[in-house]
């Protein structure tokens, strides 16, 4: 039975069992008696309300409603943490953020509680943000996106969440709790070697001499347009992954340059330094 119910369910029907004690006694000697039955039915059902609701409170439960050792510790933790860290609702309003979160968007912890999370995301971004949210949190399952958030002075930083939804006693999505880290640098990087990648691309695919990249094991991972003609017309990606031997073993085009390729190798040796596969 969901615990909600339940709390709610025991104190209300004490309370009307007092009551019915009252209606039927009729005796009021018996009052005072049956009104502190239904004063302590009352109060037990404040009670169990209140733990009710604590009992779905999440990660603000144990930083803000806390009040333990084991609560002020995990504050703490928390708190010290240098990335992003916030709780907050399915339709994105906050139940918590952490002090890095409050000191990037230089607010009190106190004005964002209850404030919507899309607030600090740039308005081109917060549809989008909003949609990718709704679909992920259905898949009961860990998630990351990127997206921009504008700090104190305006300052746009690039951050990379990681979110986890947690659901209630009935699978309802009760909250999505969330870890922020500054990627900002880091796309940076990746769109600057992305775009010098694409300028090579572009050299090699206008040069005449066949072009060609290796990974760590020596394994084909890149083959210029132009080397197609020296196949005889077959697409040479069908070759990535192969080593060089391989690829001359599993075909059957030019063997005879191939193998003057070699024997001018074998006049050379050895070779300083250089290992041939």
């Known amino acids: 039975m969901n615990l909600r119910v339940l709390y709610l369910v025991v104190p209300v029907f004490v309370l009307g069992m007092g009551l019915v004690g009252l209606t039927v006694s009729g005796n009021a000697d018996e009052f005072p008696s049956i009104v502190i039955f ?9 009670a169990l309300t209140i733990l009710s609701i604590r009992h779905n409170s999440g990660l603000n439960r144990f930083i803000v409603g806390g009040d333990d050792d084991n609560s002020s510790s995990f504050a703490n933790i928390v708190n010290g943490q240098h990335e992003l860290i916030t709780c907050f609702t399915p339709d994105g309003e906050f139940l918590f953020a952490n002090d ?9 912890r106190a004005d964002i509680i209850g404030t919507s999370i899309f607030g600090d995301v740039p308005p081109n971004e917060s549809q989008s943000l909003k949609d990718t949210i709704a679909t992920k949190i259905q898949s009961r399952q860990a998630w990351n996106f990127k997206n921009n958030l504008e700090g104190a002075n305006g300052v746009i930083r690039t951050f990379e969440w990681s979110n986890s939804a947690h659901f209630n006693e009935n699978g309802e ?26 300028s090579f691309r572009q050299l090699t695919d206008m040069a005449t001499d ?53 024997e001018v190798l074998d006049a050379h040796k050895p070779f300083r330094n250089f290992i041939y596969v």
Request: charged share 30%.
């Open 38 to 46: 239904l004063a302590m039915a009352i109060s037990l059902l404040s």
């Open 100 to 108: 890095a979160y409050c000191e990037f968007v230089d607010k009190p």
């Open 173 to 198: 999505v009760v909250e999505i709790q969330s870890v922020g880290r500054d990627v900002t640098d880091r796309t940076a990087a990746e769109i600057d070697l992305d775009a010098r990648e694409l």
């Open 210 to 262: 066949w072009i060609w990249e290796m990974d760590a094991d020596l394994r084909f991972s890149y083959f210029s347009p132009n080397i197609n003609k020296f196949m005889g017309g077959a697409d040479a990606k069908k070759f990535f992954g192969f080593t060089r031997r391989e690829m001359f073993a599993n075909s059957h085009f030019v063997s005879d340059e191939w193998q003057e390729h070699l």
